[in-house]
């Protein structure tokens, strides 16, 4: 495929969303227009499917919970992502399926094997180009947070412990992957990101 697709990972409160913003303003300052989605979400299904995970008060098995989110990204993939790779676009995801291995296998316990079969169905086999995976303690992170927290943000700080140690772990099994000190100045994670990043533009 011809576009270049980045994806941010990382615990929630971690800073990937400010690194997002970052980037993508660096790119049109160079005359380049990313498209940016977020999972779960960007199609009106995705975006349902995002009220059912994060803002309403459910109790559901682990396993329905992947199942929504391969839902919400098999849609944004055949919709929105494919095409725009194909099309050649640069495309910046606020997470992807690195998300579903860290949260539903290392943070709910479901078996990784699974999962991972689960978003090569959803993604079709898509992979990013380069992602991006911010480390920050839980606690750090969740001092950040100004917003109520959603279902997920509610669950207990073991649970965000699993998740930021399956992000280390999936870090180092990623192939065109970094994961960097999400506790250093913004600025300067934004020169590390743009360094990572910058062999892939012909700038
Ligand atoms: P965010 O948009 O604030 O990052 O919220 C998404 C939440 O959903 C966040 O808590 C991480 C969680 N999540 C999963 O548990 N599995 C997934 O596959 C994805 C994409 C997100």
Known sequence: MRGIFIVFEGIDGCGKSTQLSALRERLRSLGVEPLVIREPGGTPVGEQIREILLERPLEMEPLTELLLYEASRSELTR??????????????????????????????????????????????????????????????????????????????????????QGYRELAQKTPRSILLDGTRPAAELAEQIWKAVRPFFQF
């Open 79 to 164: 919709k929105i992502l494919r095409p725009a790779l194909e099309a050649g676009h640069v495309v910046l995801a606020d997470r992807f399926a690195m998300a579903s291995l860290a949260y539903q296998g290392y943070g709910r316990g479901l078996d990784l094997t699974l999962v991972q079969q689960c978003n090569t169905i959803a993604t079709e086999g898509i992979e990013p180009s380069m992602t991006i995976i911010l480390d920050i303690p839980v606690a750090v992170a969740f001092a950040r947070k100004k917003k109520a927290f959603d279902r997920l943000e509610r669950a207990p700080s073991e649970f965000h412990e699993r998740v930021r």
